[in-house]
């Protein structure tokens, strides 16, 4: 079993629509939550930190359940520009991320 | 202010030879990091370093070399170059931790895409 999982996808998705991916992760001691975003060929960016209450940044929803071990996050009215791998990742120790393979989200006009 | 910066962003290897990535960071971070992204997997931690003069083991080291001599660079070398090394390569780095397993976020480079023959 891989440490951190995702579905690949692609998503599908038309423009407006609310899109959720989940992740799961099998280190019950992780602490440190994140989704990235990557664009084709690029690198990694932050796209937000996962709080154990939940956290949301504007159309961006996180959600942390520790106790299925699952991070989710929700996109509401999709844009374009959504576009992108959302990549979950997870500590494993003090100085070591474990990184998800990314789910592909396809948003179509 | 560039980030991190990472050179070359292309290269292509024949099975054998050597060579050296290096990034630069000009945050003034304290850990750095080299990273490897294969299609289907997820980055892949090679090595990294918790300040100037350190290194570490992460999860795929072998036929890796790095060296962080100054706080700002932070190099990786390949000795002998494999095909099974094909990959593109990703610097970052961030702040210090403040407690035990937090992280803070990582700041990457654009890359190095290394295709080895």
């Known amino acids: 079993r891989k440490e951190v999982e995702q579905d690949p996808g692609p998503f599908n998705v038309p423009e407006g629509a609310t899109v959720a991916f989940n992740c799961t992760y099998s280190?019950?001691?992780?602490?440190?939550f994140f989704w990235y975003r990557q664009d084709c060929r690029k690198e990694p960016k932050l796209l937000m930190s996962?709080?154990?209450?939940?956290n949301e940044d504007g159309r961006f929803t996180a959600q942390l359940n520790r106790a299925s071990q699952y991070i989710s996050l929700l996109i509401r009215d999709s844009k374009l520009s959504d576009s992108a791998t959302y990549l979950c990742?997870?500590?494993?120790?003090?100085?070591?991320?474990?990184w998800g393979a990314g789910t592909k989200l396809i948003i179509k006009p | 202010n560039a980030g991190v910066t990472q050179t070359p962003k292309f290269r292509v290897l024949k099975t054998g030879q050597s060579m050296t990535l290096l990034c630069a960071q000009d945050?003034?971070?304290?850990?750095m990091y080299w990273y490897r992204q294969d299609p289907g997997m997820g980055l892949r931690l090679i090595h990294y370093?918790?300040?100037?003069?350190?290194?570490a083991k992460g999860e795929v080291p072998d036929g890796y070399n790095v060296s962080r001599l100054k706080k700002q660079n932070f190099l990786l070398g390949l000795e002998s170059a494999a095909p099974s090394q094909t990959s593109v390569y990703f610097c970052a780095s961030s702040y210090s931790r403040k407690l035990a397993g937090t992280h803070y976020e990582q700041y990457f480079g654009p890359g190095t895409r290394l295709t080895v023959t």
């Open positions: 996962v709080y154990s209450s939940g």
């Open positions: 990742v997870v500590n494993r120790s003090n100085y070591q991320l474990i």
């Open positions: 280190n019950s001691a992780s602490q440190s």
């Open positions: 945050m003034n971070h304290e850990y």
């Open positions: 370093s918790v300040g100037e003069g350190t290194t």
